[in-house]
């Protein structure tokens, strides 16, 4: 049935607003850039959202546990026969991403009698010198968008703005790594308070309407409001954070935060939850 | 899917072979001696190599590594063909890393271990064939037991542990006996020697094996070459520098008679 044409942009569109219902529960995923590297955060509710890909490469994702698991390791198929092959420097995240990964979920995407990838995924890349450092993002229909500085995976495009529009306001080239974690996890609390929001608009569409300041929404929290919204769910879920870390010794560069390291990084209101 | 996280059997797949059984050639001459050894002192295990590479009387190289890292933990010294040696370290090092991120955990040592001796079972044709026989020292630091390890092997793959020490190539019978002599009859065992100490002794045996075996390269003080030498401790692996080893050469292994 899905031979007539505009079946076939229904059936799409219909995959569409199905894929954008999924994340709507899913936890932001954001990367930026510090003095020393990459920094990955994410707030998780037990699987793990932050991977290491190659010696340069890092994974973040939002959606599906297991269909993040196949394109992660499909990821790390290609890019260690890749550097097997070739050599190391030749492993870099734009190939992967380009003509790796993308196609694929495309494909998977627009074949509409098969199942797509609910998966939004972010990669992000330590370039030798600071300046080729890299952060793609790709889309569950395959769209990937390159972007330095800084980059994020969350429900909405509405949202990731949103998110996107704080971090570029608060960046500099010279953050310390505690200052990245403490604005990356501010980011990350705009889109989950976004998410939140999204979900009581929904609601109240539902039921009889109620008086609601619609503008009172867009104003940006305070830092103290964001980082409160952070206590709040990470003492039921784990904070998550990973560096590509530019001065570490060997070949590897990533390396996911522990707790002790954790704890002692964070910002002080949100000390007392990692430790427990 | 890659659930068993193995980089060996996914570039097999890809149609990878690593020795291909091939007849040396008439009047061809692979390079293949050397000396290598390890042994443990007291953090942890040294393990050093002579830089010299050659194809029967003819000095290929003088600046070889022969005792290569593999991952932060462990290390591979390696006797015979170079080609295939080499070849078989780039395949460890990415099967290591291979496992630990796809499985999110660190490959076992003796899972490690097993790695080794599967390449080099695949590898028994080309050994036979003449090709590409190795006979590595493979040493590292065991994490979970906190314990430093040798190992030794045969061309065909057959795994020994060396307890106190291991040693390798053409110029490894003549100290072989030296550290034996050491270990039982010394001031102190092996495994109590400071590191400075360690040092001292290993530059002292890969003299004493250039000594008597041609293929095993000395310490050429004019072009400042001195032997390979890594320590590896709870810390990760440590290449010694020159600066520090030509000290300890000047003041306590030549000898001006």
Same mark, same amino acid.
């Given at each position: 049935?899905?031979?007539?044409?505009?079946?076939?942009?229904?059936?799409?569109?219909?995959?569409?607003?199905?894929?954008?219902?999924?994340?709507?529960?899913?936890?932001?995923?954001?990367?930026?850039?510090?003095?020393?590297?990459?920094?990955?955060?994410?707030?998780?509710?037990?699987?793990?959202?932050?991977?290491?890909?190659?010696?340069?490469?890092?994974?973040?994702? =939002?959606?599906?546990?297991?269909?993040?698991?196949?394109?992660?390791?499909?990821?790390?198929? =290609?890019?260690?026969?890749?550097?097997?092959?070739?050599?190391?420097?030749?492993?870099?995240?734009?190939?992967?991403?380009?003509?790796?990964?993308?196609?694929?979920?495309?494909?998977?995407?627009?074949?509409?009698?098969?199942?797509?990838?609910?998966?939004?995924?972010?990669?992000?890349?330590?370039?030798?010198?600071?300046?080729?450092?890299?952060?793609?993002?790709?889309?569950?229909?395959?769209?990937?968008?390159?972007?330095?500085?800084?980059?994020?995976?969350?429900?909405?495009?509405?949202?990731?703005?949103? =998110?996107?529009?704080?971090?570029?306001?608060? =960046?500099?080239?010279?953050?310390?790594?505690?200052?990245?974690?403490?604005?990356?996890?501010?980011?990350?609390?705009?889109?989950?308070?976004?998410?939140?929001?999204?979900?009581?608009?929904?609601?109240?569409?539902?039921?009889?309407?109620?008086?609601?300041?619609?503008?009172?929404?867009?104003?940006?929290?305070?830092?103290?409001?964001?980082?409160?919204?952070?206590?709040?769910?990470?003492?039921?879920?784990?904070?998550?954070?990973?560096?590509?870390?530019?001065?570490?010794?060997?070949?590897?560069?990533?390396?996911?935060?522990?707790?002790?390291?954790?704890?002692?990084?964070?910002?002080?209101?949100?000390?007392?939850?990692?430790?427990? | 899917?890659?659930?068993?996280?193995?980089?060996?059997?996914?570039?097999?797949?890809?149609?990878?072979?690593?020795?291909?059984?091939?007849?040396?050639?008439?009047?061809?001459?692979?390079?293949?001696?050397?000396?290598?050894?390890?042994?443990?002192?007291?953090?942890?295990?040294?393990?050093?190599?002579?830089?010299?590479?050659?194809?029967?009387?003819?000095?290929?190289?003088?600046?070889?590594?022969?005792?290569?890292?593999?991952?932060?933990?462990?290390?591979?010294?390696?006797?015979?063909?170079?080609?295939?040696?080499?070849?078989?370290?780039?395949?460890?090092?990415?099967?290591?890393?291979?496992?630990?991120?796809?499985?999110?955990?660190?490959?076992?040592?003796?899972?490690?271990?097993?790695?080794?001796?599967?390449?080099?079972?695949?590898?028994?044709?080309?050994?036979?064939?003449?090709?590409?026989?190795?006979?590595?020292?493979?040493?590292?630091?065991?994490?979970?037991?906190?314990?430093?390890?040798?190992?030794?092997?045969?061309?065909?793959?057959?795994?020994?542990?060396?307890?106190?020490?291991?040693?390798?190539?053409?110029?490894?019978?003549?100290?072989?006996?030296?550290?034996?002599?050491?270990?039982?009859?010394?001031?102190?065992?092996?495994?109590?020697?400071?590191?400075?100490?360690?040092?001292?002794?290993?530059?002292?045996?890969?003299?004493?094996?250039?000594?008597?075996?041609?293929?095993?390269?000395?310490?050429?003080?004019?072009?400042?070459?001195?032997?390979?030498?890594?320590?590896?401790?709870?810390?990760?692996?440590?290449?010694?520098?020159?600066?520090?080893?030509?000290?300890?050469?000047?003041?306590?292994?030549?000898?001006?008679?």
């Amino acid at each position: 049935m899905y031979e007539e044409p505009y079946r076939w942009v229904e059936a799409v569109g219909n995959r569409r607003q199905y894929l954008n219902d999924q994340f709507k529960q899913g936890s932001p995923v954001v990367a930026l850039t510090y003095e020393g590297g990459i920094l990955l955060v994410t707030v998780s509710k037990g699987t793990p959202k932050l991977y290491e890909i190659y010696d340069r490469l890092a994974l973040g994702g =939002m959606g599906h546990p297991t269909d993040l698991e196949r394109l992660r390791f499909s990821l790390l198929e =290609m890019a260690h026969v890749e550097g097997f092959n070739r050599s190391p420097s030749d492993v870099t995240g734009s190939r992967l991403v380009k003509y790796g990964i993308a196609p694929v979920i495309k494909q998977a995407f627009e074949e509409v009698y098969k199942a797509p990838f609910i998966v939004r995924i972010l990669v992000a890349e330590l370039g030798l010198k600071p300046e080729k450092d890299a952060l793609l993002t790709i889309n569950y229909d395959g769209t990937f968008e390159e972007a330095t500085g800084c980059a994020v995976l969350a429900a909405t495009p509405t949202v990731q703005t949103k =998110m996107l529009s704080y971090l570029k306001g608060q =960046m500099s080239a010279t953050l310390s790594l505690e200052q990245a974690l403490d604005l990356g996890l501010r980011s990350w609390a705009i889109g989950s308070l976004a998410h939140q929001q999204d979900e009581e608009a929904q609601q109240a569409e539902a039921n009889p309407p109620i008086t609601r300041a619609g503008s009172s929404a867009e104003a940006i929290p305070s830092s103290d409001t964001l980082i409160a919204h952070v206590r709040g769910i990470a003492g039921e879920r784990m904070i998550e954070c990973a560096v590509l870390d530019r001065q570490a010794a060997g070949t590897s560069k990533y390396r996911s935060l522990k707790q002790a390291e954790l704890s002692r990084l964070l910002p002080k209101a949100l000390q007392s939850v990692v430790a427990n | 899917m890659g659930m068993q996280g193995d980089f060996f059997q996914l570039l097999k797949e890809q149609g990878y072979t690593l020795g291909v059984p091939t007849a040396v050639g008439a009047g061809y001459t692979l390079t293949n001696a050397t000396t290598i050894l390890a042994f443990k002192y007291r953090d942890g295990v040294l393990v050093a190599g002579d830089r010299r590479a050659t194809a029967g009387n003819m000095v290929m190289y003088d600046r070889t590594d022969k005792v290569l890292e593999i991952d932060r933990h462990s290390v591979m010294a390696i006797a015979g063909v170079p080609a295939t040696a080499y070849e078989m370290v780039r395949i460890l090092e990415h099967s290591f890393k291979y496992y630990r991120r796809t499985q999110l955990q660190e490959l076992s040592f003796d899972g490690k271990l097993r790695a080794v001796s599967k390449l080099l079972k695949d590898n028994v044709p080309a050994a036979l064939a003449g090709t590409g026989a190795v006979v590595p020292v493979f040493a590292g630091y065991d994490m979970e037991q906190s314990a430093a390890k040798i190992y030794f092997y045969d061309i065909l793959g057959a795994e020994f542990e060396g307890v106190e020490y291991a040693v390798s190539g053409s110029g490894s019978p003549t100290i072989r006996g030296i550290l034996h002599y050491l270990n039982t009859w010394g001031e102190q065992p092996l495994n109590a020697l400071l590191q400075e100490q360690a040092m001292v002794q290993a530059l002292r045996l890969l003299a004493s094996a250039a000594e008597f075996d041609s293929a095993t390269g000395g310490v050429n003080r004019e072009a400042s070459l001195y032997p390979i030498i890594k320590l590896i401790t709870g810390a990760g692996v440590q290449t010694v520098p020159d600066a520090t080893l030509k000290p300890l050469y000047e003041s306590q292994v030549v000898r001006y008679v």
